[in-house]
């Protein structure tokens, strides 16, 4: 079976970067590249075209990984503590998946898609860890995550808050 020339429009990993005129399988070339405009068909009067917007293009992708670079450095700059529940040994019930380290992410303001959060396998016991987030083909950010038995976490923040709730009770008592 014969490839499908095509001329990437943006760099797509594995495959190009922007500008390479490369064969690809005509079913991943009709059904993905196409109609995703991430390539166009290598002919002649598509070539030329390409040329004129090569700039335009080439700006874009340079303004998405000064995006991505910004991300990953917030990325290695957050600290995730996630707390788990544990049974004898310190055994988690369950695991960290990549779901969860978006949803911690978001929390402190960090949007990052679960699919660019790249876990070899869940994460399935205690300790520090560094997970790595693909932002772009080019940038890719180590995020630091512990991983905590959930008491340890109720036990700090039962230790902050009594001492918040008794300076209100001593106000509200000369009433």
Do not use: C, W
């Not at 205690?126 to 772009?136: A, I, M, N, Q, S």
Request: proline share 4%.
């Amino acid at each position: 079976m014969a490839g499908m020339k095509v001329i990437l429009r943006a760099d797509i990993e594995n495959i190009g970067s922007l500008g390479d005129v490369v064969v690809v399988k005509p079913g991943f070339g009709r059904n993905y590249l196409l109609p995703q405009g991430l390539a166009m068909l290598a002919t002649d009067s598509n070539l030329k075209v390409f040329e004129l917007e090569r700039r335009k293009l080439q700006a874009k992708m340079d303004a998405l990984r000064a995006e991505a670079g910004d991300l990953a450095s917030r990325i290695q700059a957050a600290d995730l503590s996630i707390a788990m529940r544990v049974g004898e040994n310190d055994k988690l019930y369950g695991s960290v998946t990549s779901s969860m380290l978006a949803a911690k992410l978001a929390e402190q303001g960090i949007e990052v898609d679960r699919h660019r959060i790249l876990l070899d396998a869940p994460i399935r016991t205690l300790g520090e860890f560094e997970v790595r987030v693909r932002l772009h083909a080019d940038v890719t950010a180590l995020l630091k995550v512990k991983v905590v038995p959930e008491e340890r976490i109720h036990e700090e923040n039962a230790a902050a808050p009594k001492q918040e709730v008794s300076e209100p009770e001593s106000a509200e008592q000369p009433e």
